[in-house]
């Protein structure tokens, strides 16, 4: 991998002022030529090469469903792209599993402090020197580079929605919408990875059809096909023992609160474990939380693991969130052979297979939720089952293999069908 790290927004944070007439007061400028000089460090030496030039626009790079995806996705195109990649939090954690022979060039930068104006106007220059082939933006944390896109258009740009965060979990923020809906209707193409995002996409943001395009996530089926058996490192099961676990960062959108409270309801003859793997930010009130249950005995967290590394131990697959579209995550699961007991958020009851719909419970069911966990626990033929016809439905419908070629098509400029 051929990493080329460039603070290129470095001297954002030194902003002469507004854009306006004020912000060249002090030396003559004009605000264009004051916001050009502001990105003179902006290092634009690139080797000549015939492959295509993408830049791809992440609020994080850090280790979450979208940058691993995007990272099996540079993997497997080789060397038919070159990346750069934006992340506007600086974190760039999922760059580690880049192979080692792509060529992806970090950037770190630095947001202006205040003022989508500003932001808007420092992505518009960048782009400028930057001129990529093609520029991928991603989620509501990129929109100024969309909008900045939309002004000054210097590329082809594909903006890709892969959900949204704990504010939008229950409705759409008017002006998160109306800004959408401006800066992305003149995308070449803006991809979704779920019909209840897609159909959002064109009913709320009114982008017009033939502009959204729907490409689901997929799931390299290969790896998950053995998961380990006992992987949970210090984890003992007991005789009899039901294991219940989760795989997700511990962000609030992803309300494992939510999961420890119901399992903590369930009926005290059931002997059960809860596996929670990932970390974040929550785990210290999750861990709070789990004492004040009364489960914390009954609670692991693992921390950051290789998925294939813990769903074998569980028995039972469950999912919480306050928001999703398709959960990678759950695909996962679904490869592993688990039987899923999850809130009914986004595409996750059209995506695990038939029989297990019933076990796909309202949001805010509590209860409801309980009672599909204990269900399942009680039944081990039932998990066994249902965990075949997962695997078989991942197989058919979202391999990784599929998602390949619909990602080429995008990168390409072809319309997805």
């Not at 603070?7 to 004051?34: F, H, K, V």
């Not at 947001?111 to 989620?139: C, E, I, K, M, Q």
């Not at 592993?336 to 076990?359: L, M, T, W």
Request: aromatic letters at 8%; hydrophobic letters at 45%.
């Amino acid at each position: 991998m051929y990493i080329k790290e460039l603070n290129i927004l470095a001297a954002s944070t030194n902003y002469p002022g507004p854009l306006s007439s004020r912000a060249a007061a002090g030396d003559g400028r004009s605000p264009s030529e004051a916001f050009m000089a502001a990105f003179e460090a902006v290092n634009t030496a690139t080797p000549s090469l015939s492959c295509e030039h993408v830049l791809h626009i992440f609020p994080s790079f850090g280790i979450g469903g979208v940058p691993l995806r995007m990272v099996r996705i540079f993997n497997h195109f080789g060397k038919r792209f070159r990346h750069t990649v934006i992340a506007l939090d600086n974190n760039f954690d999922a760059a580690s599993d880049v192979a080692g022979d792509i060529d992806v060039s970090l950037l770190p930068t630095r947001r202006p402090r205040r003022g989508v104006l500003r932001a808007v106007a420092s992505s518009a220059v960048a782009l400028r020197r930057l001129r990529p082939d093609l520029l991928l933006t991603y989620n509501w944390g990129a929109i100024e580079w969309a909008m900045a896109s939309r002004l000054l258009p210097v590329s082809r740009h594909v903006h890709l929605e892969a959900g949204f965060g704990q504010g939008e979990a229950d409705s759409q923020i008017r002006r998160r919408v109306l800004f959408r809906r401006w800066a992305l209707s003149r995308c070449a193409l803006v991809v979704v990875p779920s019909r209840s995002l897609e159909d959002l996409a064109r009913r709320v943001w009114r982008l017009r059809s033939t502009r959204v395009a729907y490409v689901p996530n997929g799931v390299d089926t290969a790896r998950f096909s053995e998961p380990v058996r006992h992987g949970v490192p210090g984890f003992i099961r007991r005789p009899d023992e039901v294991v219940i676990g989760t795989v997700a960062p511990l962000r609030p959108e992803k309300n494992v609160g939510r999961l420890l409270r119901v399992f903590a309801t369930l009926d005290k003859s059931l002997i059960a474990r809860l596996v929670v793997a990932g970390d974040g930010i929550e785990r210290g009130s999750l861990e709070q939380l789990a004492a004040e249950l009364g489960v914390a005995e009954c609670f692991i967290f693992t921390g950051q693991v290789a998925p294939e590394s813990v769903l074998g131990t569980f028995d039972i697959f469950a999912l919480s969130s306050d928001t999703e579209q398709m959960p990678n995550a759950l695909l996962e699961a679904m490869a592993a052979s688990r039987a899923i007991a999850a809130v009914d958020v986004g595409d996750v009851k059209s995506i695990v297979c038939e029989d297990n719909r019933e076990f796909i419970i309202a949001r805010d069911d509590g209860p409801g939720f309980a009672a599909a966990i204990t269900r399942l626990a009680r039944d081990p033929e039932k998990r066994d089952a249902l965990g075949l016809k997962n695997r078989q439905r991942v197989t058919a419908e979202f391999s990784q293999e599929r998602m390949f070629s619909a990602y080429f098509e995008v990168f390409a400029g072809d319309r997805v069908p």
